[in-house]
């Protein structure tokens, strides 16, 4: 195929983008799939529409959302995106599962979770990107979600599987981070990783029905207390605990409040922008230094070196400085 001349391809990009901010699902599902893509041209192509769309972006509240595999995250998102989209918003649902390997194989794949919210028309859920490192799959959620505020969602839910980085990545890109536990001991706190804690703007005990009920209020109490041993990480926010089932309904609506809450608070101290300015700021590191890695490795002489040179490190043979300062200085053409 002939490559289609640079006027073609901006009109197509500028048409693309006009069927987004229009609202046309479709439009953002390709758009998406184009940011996924890892096609030769596909990257100029995303950028050039991101370029396009940004100024289109930002206007919606970012709530990021954490729990072990279990806790009812999807039946959480499920009881909550309804309301949402039942009081007149838009709601998108995306995804960080670096795990995922398998197209349609995600964690947000399985056509049984959210089946009602999936079907309302004010909402859009995208399963996570597949494969790929977590840098890789948190970028493409990052642009998927610009796109979907370009097309007018204004509630936008990033859901993540509490294991590992990716709590931190969802944290770096939304307003709200919001970690669910389990009406479970006390002990349960301890057996989540404390960075991860100290991530959360709120935490919400699920679950809290029938049974089930009393241990969440004895939880949430002991939450309470652990948080506040925790240096808060915003003087004017104190993350609070809040109690809920996402199989009744009972207190989902009080998490859309304390987002509401947050929201404002954060807004009035200037505190909410600084937020944003500095993920994206980071996001651009985050970009170079992935840009730099991939020309460095791709880089004939450092290719060449690079292998038997990692080999004299591990050996002893020759110092990691050293090392370094050699490939460094091969990537620069020395
Ligand atoms: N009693 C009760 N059960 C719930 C509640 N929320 C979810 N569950 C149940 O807990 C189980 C797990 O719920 P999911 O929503 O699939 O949990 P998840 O966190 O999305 O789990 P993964 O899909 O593994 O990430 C299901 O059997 C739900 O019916 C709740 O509020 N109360």
Redesign the pocket.
């Known amino acids: 195929m002939t490559k289609a001349a640079p006027e073609k391809e901006k009109a197509k990009t500028a048409a693309l983008a006009d069927q987004i901010r229009a609202g046309d699902r479709r439009a953002l599902a390709r758009a998406i799939t184009l940011i996924e893509s890892t096609k030769p041209g596909h990257a100029e192509e995303s950028e050039a529409l991101l370029e396009a769309l940004l100024p289109d972006s930002g206007n919606s509240v970012r709530i990021g959302i954490t ?10 998102i499920e009881c909550f995106g309804l309301q949402l989209v039942e009081a007149g918003h838009k709601v998108a649902v995306l995804a960080v599962d670096p795990s995922s390997k398998v197209s349609g194989g995600s ?1 947000l794949g399985d056509k049984t ?1 959210m089946e009602e919210l999936s079907r309302h028309p004010g909402a859009f859920i995208r399963p996570s990107p597949t494969g790929g490192t977590l840098g890789g799959v948190a970028r493409r959620t990052r642009e998927a979600m610009l796109v979907c505020e370009a097309a007018g969602f204004d509630v936008i839910l990033v859901e993540t ?1 509490g294991v590992g980085q990716s709590e931190t990545a969802v944290s770096e890109m939304v307003d709200i981070f919001l970690l ?1 536990l389990l009406p479970g001991g006390g002990d349960e706190l301890q057996g989540i990783k404390k960075g991860i804690v100290e991530l959360a703007d709120a935490v919400i005990v ?5 049974d ?1 009920a009393a241990a969440a209020e004895r939880a949430a109490a002991e939450y309470h207390a652990a948080l506040g041993l925790l240096r808060a990480a915003n003087p004017d926010w104190r993350p609070p605990v809040l109690r ?5 309904g009972a207190g989902v609506a009080e998490v859309w409040e304390t987002v509401q809450a947050h929201r404002r608070v954060m807004e009035a101290s200037g505190a909410r922008a600084a937020r944003r300015a500095a993920q994206a700021g980071a996001w651009m590191w985050s970009e170079i230094r992935d840009g730099l890695l991939r020309r460095f490795k791709a880089h004939p002489r450092v290719a060449g070196e690079l292998d038997s040179l990692e080999a004299e490190v591990r050996a002893g043979r020759t110092t990691p400085t050293a090392a370094a300062r050699r490939l460094i200085g091969l990537f620069q053409g020395e």
């Open positions: 729990g072990v595999p279990g806790v009812g995250k999807s039946t959480f964690i979770r599987v669910m699920n679950k809290a029905d029938g089930l809920c089932s996402a199989l009744t």
